[in-house]
């Protein structure tokens, strides 16, 4: 049911708090126990007005993050007839809660909206005043409390900022470091592979007498160029945008060698290229290699979920296969995989589990 509402738009995500207020405020026990100024202000029998009042209040709250603005100022309309209507509801409560809101995620015209905010108070609080004797302390009392609200909810917003900022750099840090790390297999897949060309190709000039030694040599020299090409396109499909192919393509390539892999992936990837994809794709990659190497042959499920914060990835066998490789493995590769989802911001774990092995990373992908 979370992970349903956290797909929903975020008018969905919000609507139940804003039907939860409005249902409360209609309770009969709950009225005329709201926010009240002034005790002169005549009181209205509670009837379909009130009702309309209370929808004006507290629905706006479902596009309280989407439309910040547009919820405050509906929200204020409607508490303003509260108060002047004399229904005092609880109801009320939904204009701190909406310039809550509005510090936190209103992006643009900021200032605009605090200043026309300050206006529309004063000018509530003066018509409050000849509708009946107002006391200016509490108005000024509640005017604190509303713009600590604004404040409390700017200062969430400078946080989530710095946070966002944060992931960028990491992002970016890891972009730059994976650049570096296949610059490196650039120049080992070319320095070996055409060293050996040349090699080859030297000894072919000495072979001229003898066609069958010149024949193999020269086909050696043909199948070196073929893997060079083939590697180096290999990294240079890291670099493109279409990973979600390049990790099919991998788990294809387990199945060859004999890995029953079963893919499932859900969502679809936002991060950009060289970043988060890349380390998912290795996560994947050292996984599936050690699931040939340690349980050879068994049913092994690679798990993919996209989320909006974070790439979440577990792989596992269920124990059924056969090792294949030595004993007392180095780690080197673990450790990296770990180095590397660490710098993202994620955690990574690999382990045995009950009736086979696996391993699970949650890069951080760049937030929206």
């Known amino acids: 049911m979370i992970g349903f509402l956290r797909r929903c738009d975020v008018t969905v995500r919000d609507l139940p708090f804003a ?15 709201g926010t009240r100024f002034s005790d ?13 009042v209370i929808a004006l209040e507290c629905l706006p709250l479902a596009v309280r993050r989407k439309l910040p603005a547009l919820a405050l100022s509906l929200v204020a309309v409607g508490f303003a007839f509260d108060q002047l209507l004399g229904f005092h509801t609880i109801g009320g409560t939904a204009l701190a809660v909406a310039l809550f809101s509005a510090g ?21 609080a003066v018509v409050l005043d000849r509708v009946g004797p107002t006391g200016v302390g509490d108005l000024v009392f509640f005017y604190i409390v509303l713009a600590a609200m604004w404040g409390i909810g700017s200062a969430l917003r400078r946080s989530r900022q710095a946070e966002t900022q944060r992931r960028q750099q990491l992002e970016e840090a890891a972009r730059a470091a994976e650049r570096i790390r296949i610059a490196r297999e650039l120049h080992d897949v070319v320095t070996h592979h055409v060293t050996a060309m040349v090699v080859q190709a030297e000894a072919a000039r000495y072979l001229t007498a003898a066609p069958d030694r010149l024949d193999t040599t020269l086909t050696a020299v043909t199948d070196t160029g073929r893997q060079a090409i083939t590697e180096l396109r290999h990294l240079l499909d890291l670099l493109n945008p279409g990973h979600g192919g390049e990790l099919r393509a991998l788990v294809e390539q387990s199945r060859r060698a004999g890995q029953p892999v079963e893919l499932i992936e859900e969502g679809s990837s936002t991060a950009p290229p060289g970043g988060a994809d890349v380390t998912v794709y290795r996560v994947a990659q050292e996984a599936l290699t050690n699931a040939l190497k340690y349980d050879h042959g068994a049913r092994t499920t690679l798990t993919v979920r996209y989320g909006t914060q974070e790439i979440d990835v577990r792989i596992s066998t269920d124990g ?15 450790a990296g995989l770990a180095e590397r989802v660490g710098t993202l911001g994620g955690d990574f774990s690999a382990g045995p589990q009950t009736g086979g092995a696996g391993s699970s990373s949650r890069p951080a992908s760049p937030s929206g």
């Open 104 to 124: 936190a995620h209103q992006a643009a015209h900021r200032r605009a909206v605090m200043i026309g905010a300050s206006l529309a108070y004063v000018g509530f």
């Open 19 to 33: 039907l939860l207020l409005f249902a409360l405020a209609l309770v009969p026990a709950w009225h005329r126990h």
């Open 320 to 334: 059924s296969g056969t090792s294949t490789a030595s004993p007392g493995g180095s780690g080197r590769g673990l």
């Open 40 to 52: 002169l202000v005549p009181e209205q029998p509670f009837d379909w007005l009130g009702v309309l």
